[in-house]
């Protein structure tokens, strides 16, 4: 891979490159100090267009002097499909789930999928919902939570999820119910029951199915009376929420054997349970497309930025669970070659590690 920008931690660089020098050249040449900040164009997943506007651009910005953007925020799945088609050409990309950038991964559109914390799902609620009483009661505890999936089948219930083929957060809540099932010992059927799954409607009813960043203001004003929330969303959107036993939340790594044991065909692909993961990536141009040197060195601080002290801080601050990072490399490409001189050594300064 050929960088045209690099960054340092002490201070953003930026250089310009019309030479084809290797990666160990490009590495060696001298920089000087950046006068011109750039842009950071970030497709991130609706689940995060809160934090994204909100906390992190703001951080960002504060912190480095560049600026921050991109093209709206919505379902990873969705996100990685208008970046293969060239719809959008952001510069970096957030994503829930490293299975969205690994889509990228066949189109040379990405060298990497980096994990940097971990996003457990809960059921948000609000007092607006006609059921809170029983909500707040399975909340606090003084009822079961078995109970939840008896009110998730009551008639007149309004269930919200986000569709499966469109974001991972809609996948990961129907493996969350299958794992209920056997972890928790429901009644048979109930949670396919919950969900309207049928063999004609493997995904379930159509009509829980939300845009993503509709779902948290739906929960809010009670339009559906519990949904499906990542724990950080359901912070930042003031909801009150139901936690979920580490067997079922994925947001666990000591729990990842019993996540694997569920599984979701969609699209053609096979998705087996794992702990659910912010993950950040470079996304590469496409062919005929060159970023200014000052906005693809914007780029590479964003991602660097998510492993720095000010970054992290974001991110505890809403309740994600921070890890080690975990790179997933493209097939062929060397650790060296996917990360940029200074995220590579925030990487290992954070004991980064390779996963699969």
Known sequence: MKWTALISVAAFVAVASSSSASLA??????????TTHGTASVACAGSLVKLYHDKLGPAFE????DAFGGPPCAGSLALAQEIISKEINPGAF???????????FPYDRSKFA???????LVIGFSKKSRYYSQLNAIRTGAEPLSDLWTLFTTHGFKLGRTDPTQDPQGIFFILMNKLAQKVLHLPSGIT???LGITKAKPFGANSQQLDEDALPVDIQEGVVDAGSEYLPEAVQYGLDYISL?????FGSPSEVGLYSTVSLEVSGSLNTGEVIHLNETLVEPQTGTTFTPANEAADQAFVA????????AVLTGVKYRL????????????LAEALPPAILKLFKSLGGQIGS
């Open 25 to 34: 050249a490009t590495s060696a040449r001298s920089t000087s100090p950046r």
């Open 245 to 249: 036993p580490p067997t079922i939340d």
């Open 323 to 334: 890890i080690k990072p975990v790179v997933v490399l493209a097939p062929g490409v060397t």
């Open 62 to 65: 504060k912190a480095t002097g």
């Open 192 to 194: 396919d029951r919950a």
């Open 94 to 104: 957030l994503a829930i789930g490293a299975h969205a950038i690994k889509e990228l």
């Open 305 to 312: 930025f998510l492993m720095q002290p000010k970054g992290r």
């Open 114 to 120: 980096l994990a940097v914390a971990s996003d457990p």
